[in-house]
Each structure stands twice: as structure tokens, then as C-alpha cells.
């Protein structure tokens, strides 16, 4: 069962009243409404209980308090009548934005964003050493163009010396603790150029224990998808790992990575990562690279899909689209469209399977269709050939090797600089040749000029 940590805040919880704007022509992912549901589950997740909400629709927002003037009113009375001491905007603010709505709202209530939410989550949530400096290092960037005496003003609780990262037990949006808040935009600069070192440090370490791993050839696995799909449960289940699993947003943020027993005896190694969720700013992205990594040098993702959810689609779309904009187009991707057992009609989700990417039907809880996403991995992993087409140089010996021992050539051509190879390989070994694809036409004139 799953652990269970003490909630962010203890009571009273304090109340929050979201704003959710939809700006014509803009592309958005869910509609306003369910965007709105979302911002309220990470509310709660980060010990916050909704009073209320407002949206807006605008052409563009406006210059000074992204809302208009009228609503800012109406916001005003809304959050006195309901007692909020938050007000959470569903998009991120301009520090200038952010400014002049502080002050047209007053100094008894904080005005924030989801991305300063999202970061107070992702610290409330960091275990390990390398996340915790990951995200003191995004709220750092976060806070720096927003630091104004007015924060002096606000109630936050200090940050708590060498403890987790920013996280206070208090409530909301404590940014780095407020002493650090206090000190001048250069000692925060100082901070950060600190803690990216330190970073490199911790990264430098994780990066030789990954080519251990490499080394092993034990092919892995990156579990991917939108928060809350059921990631952890599924690895739970399927290497009875210890990660911990929570109805909330965003409760795994360190990468955590079982090996896991295939049939047939094959071996794999799965690593569960931190979920994907729309409007997820792209400086955390950046942040979160420790888990991004991996996902980057996995042989095999799996994508878990809630399908039980309304937006199962949309979600699906949005990771997708964020694995892409991280350059994983070219990792093989099985699917797992998990939670079946929540849905009213479970063969409803056997018929949707084609819609996605080597689907399978399951459900990480009670533990149904697992075998046959197992079969369908090692499959991947050690039967599926992908075509491959990939240009090496030389010095990539150990890559050249490579294909000819594991790969079926089906042509070879020296050039000057190297070697252009085509053929198969096997699904689990495509990852390593990131990087070396022969573009199509353009790049074989490009090499018979060269020859020539
Ligand atoms: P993650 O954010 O993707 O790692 O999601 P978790 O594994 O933490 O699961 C999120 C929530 O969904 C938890 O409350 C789980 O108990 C629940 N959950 C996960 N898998 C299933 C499933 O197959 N069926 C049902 N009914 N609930 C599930
Ligand atoms: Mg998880």
C-alpha cells in the first residue's frame, strides 16, 4: 500500500481563489474549464482549498493586470467574500503582471501563478540530492525577476537551512525562504551560479553509475506520462519497488529504476519518471533534466495513458508533444492504457487500442493485461527490428561494431569521414545511434561529393 507522508500543511488549510483566462487564437491543450480542474488538484496537492473561481475570455491580455480592470473588481470582491488568501492564476504571470495585480488586489492576499504552485510542489516532493538543488535552482530563476520589496511583505515561513529544497511546512509559495528572499539580486546570483555547480558535481557522479549501466547492456525502460496515469503504481506492481504513490500531482520527482524480469527470462531495467502535465514551463522542463535524461537514454519508453480520464487523448498528445520538443522522437514507444478496471464498459478500452502506439489494456492496480504488456516489451526490446539509416564516423568504432554484431547490414558505403550504414537493429538498441542518422537525399549527395 501506499506510504503515506504527512500533507504539505497541516490546518488550517488556507484558502485559494483560481483565475483562469482563455486568450483568443492562443493554442491551448484542454479546454478552460478542465484546465481549471487541474490547477485545483494541484492546489490541493500543494495544501491549498479552493474558494472559487473566475474565468475570462480576451483578445490579448491586458498590458498591466493580464486581466481587465472590470474583473480585477470583481476578483476583489470575490476573494473577500470568500476569505481567500490566495488568489492562483492558471497561467504564468509577467513579474510585471504579477506587480501591478499585487497591488491592485492589496498586500493581504498573495497573487501567484501555476508555475510558482507547480515549483512549491516539485519542492514539497524532491528526495534526492540532485533534485533538491534542481528545484532551489528553478525558484531561484524564478523569483529573481520577481523579487520587489513588496515580498518582504508577505507572509512566508523561512526556508530552512540545509533542509529540503525551498519547501517550508507553510503554505504556498514561499519561493526560497525569506531570508534568502531578503538578500539582494546578487547574492541570488551568486546562489545560482553556486548551485549550478553544484549540480554539475551531482550530475557528473549519476552520469558514471549511468554508464555502468550502459556498460551491463541491460536494455531500459522509461516509464513516461501525463501525472497521475498510474507511472508508480504500475512499477510498483510490476518490480514490487517501494515508490511511493499518492492521488496527487506530481508525487515522483526523482528518478527511481528497478530491474525488472521480462519472459523468457530477459532482462530490463524500468525507470519511473517525474509526469508530464500541460503548461508545464519550460524552464522546469530544463530543471528537471536529472529525470529527463533518462528518459533520453532509454531504450523503450512506456507510455502509461489514464484511460479512464476525460482527456485521456488530449494528455496522450500533450506528452507526446513535449517528448518531442526533448528530441525522444526517435526512442520506440509501447503504450499502456492503464486503469481499465475504473472504466464502466473495460472492453471500451480494448477498442480504442489501435488509436494508439502499440497499445495494451491494463490496469498497474489490479495487476490485469500486465503479463501481456511484459511480453509485448520484451518483444520490443529483444524481437522488433526498427530500419535504420546512420552515418559514422570512424572513431565510432564501438557504434560500427555494434551494428555488425547485433544488426542486419544491408548496406555499407566508406567515405571519407566514415561510414554510412542501413539496415535493422534491434528496438532496444536505436538510442545509442541518436544523432548519427544519414538525412535523406540531401546528406548521401553531401558524402558522394565528398568521395568524388
Ligand atoms: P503517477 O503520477 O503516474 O506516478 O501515478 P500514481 O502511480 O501515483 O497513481 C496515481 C493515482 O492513480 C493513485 O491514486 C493510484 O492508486 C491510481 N491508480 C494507478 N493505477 C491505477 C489503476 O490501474 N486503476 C485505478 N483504479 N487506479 C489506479
Ligand atoms: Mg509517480
Redesign the pocket.
Not at 227 to 234: F, P, R
Given at each position: 500500500m501506499?506510504k503515506r507522508i504527512p500533507q504539505p500543511t497541516t490546518p488550517p488549510r488556507e484558502k485559494a481563489f483560481l483565475v483562469g483566462v482563455e486568450i483568443f487564437q492562443q493554442k491551448h491543450h484542454l479546454p478552460l474549464e478542465d484546465s481549471l480542474s487541474e490547477l485545483e488538484l494541484l492546489a490541493d496537492t500543494a495544501g491549498l482549498d479552493v474558494a472559487g473561481s473566475l474565468t475570462q475570455k480576451l483578445d490579448k491580455p491586458h498590458v498591466k493586470t493580464y486581466i481587465g480592470p472590470g474583473k480585477v473588481d470583481e476578483l476583489k470582491m470575490l476573494v473577500e467574500e470568500t476569505r481567500s488568501q490566495v488568489i492562483l492564476f492558471d497561467d504564468e504571470l509577467s513579474p510585471r503582471h504579477q506587480r501591478e495585480l499585487q497591488e491592485a488586489i492589496g498586500r493581504n492576499v498573495r497573487v501567484l501563478d501555476r508555475t510558482a504552485l507547480i515549483l512549491d510542489i516539485f519542492a514539497l516532493h524532491a528526495h534526492t540530492k540532485e533534485g533538491m538543488l534542481q528545484v532551489k535552482l528553478a525558484q531561484y530563476e524564478y523569483y529573481l525577476p520577481r523579487l520587489t520589496g513588496q515580498w518582504t511583505h508577505l507572509e512566508r515561513q523561512a526556508g530552512g537551512g540545509g533542509g529540503r529544497a525551498g519547501s517550508t511546512g507553510g503554505v504556498g509559495l514561499r519561493g526560497p525562504g525569506e531570508t534568502q528572499l531578503e538578500v539582494d539580486k546578487r547574492a541570488i546570483r551568486r546562489e545560482i551560479a553556486h548551485l549550478k555547480r553544484e549540480l554539475e558535481k551531482v550530475s557528473a557522479h549519476r552520469q558514471r553509475y549511468r554508464a555502468q549501466r550502459k556498460r551491463s547492456r541491460i536494455p531500459t525502460v522509461a516509464l513516461v506520462?501525463y501525472?497521475?496515469?498510474?507511472?508508480?503504481?504500475?512499477l510498483n506492481k510490476i518490480a514490487k519497488a517501494d515508490v511511493y504513490?499518492?492521488?496527487q500531482?506530481?508525487?515522483?520527482l526523482d528518478p527511481t529504476t528497478r530491474r525488472v524480469e521480462l519472459p523468457g527470462g530477459y532482462q530490463s531495467l524500468m525507470t519511473?519518471t517525474v509526469?508530464f502535465i500541460q503548461k508545464l514551463p519550460t524552464a522546469l522542463v530544463e530543471a528537471f533534466h536529472a529525470t529527463l535524461e533518462e528518459i533520453l537514454e532509454a531504450d523503450l519508453l512506456l507510455h502509461?495513458v489514464d484511460i479512464?480520464h476525460q482527456n485521456a487523448l488530449n494528455q496522450f498528445n500533450s506528452v507526446q508533444q513535449t517528448l518531442d520538443e526533448l528530441g525522444a522522437r526517435h526512442i520506440p514507444v509501447v503504450t499502456a492504457l492503464?486503469?481499465?478496471?475504473?472504466l464502466r464498459n473495460p472492453d471500451s478500452a480494448r477498442e480504442v487500442t489501435s488509436r494508439f502506439p502499440k497499445a495494451v489494456a491494463?490496469?498497474?492496480?489490479?495487476g490485469s493485461g500486465v503479463k501481456d504488456l511484459l511480453s509485448l516489451i520484451q518483444e520490443e526490446l529483444y524481437e522488433t527490428y526498427a530500419p535504420i539509416r546512420v552515418r559514422l564516423p570512424y572513431q565510432q568504432g564501438a557504434l560500427i561494431s555494434l551494428f555488425h554484431e547485433a544488426g542486419q547490414v544491408e548496406l555499407v558505403e566508406h567515405g571519407r569521414g566514415g561510414v554510412l550504414m542501413q539496415g535493422r537493429i534491434p528496438g532496444r538498441l536505436v538510442a545509442q545511434f541518436n544523432g548519427w542518422e544519414a538525412g535523406g537525399k540531401r546528406r548521401e549527395d553531401e558524402m558522394e561529393e565528398e568521395d568524388a
Open positions: 501506499s506520462g501525472t497521475n496515469a498510474g507511472k508508480s503504481t504500475l504513490v499518492a492521488d500531482l506530481f508525487a515522483t519511473d509526469g502509461v479512464s492503464n486503469k481499465v478496471d475504473k491494463i490496469s498497474g492496480l489490479s
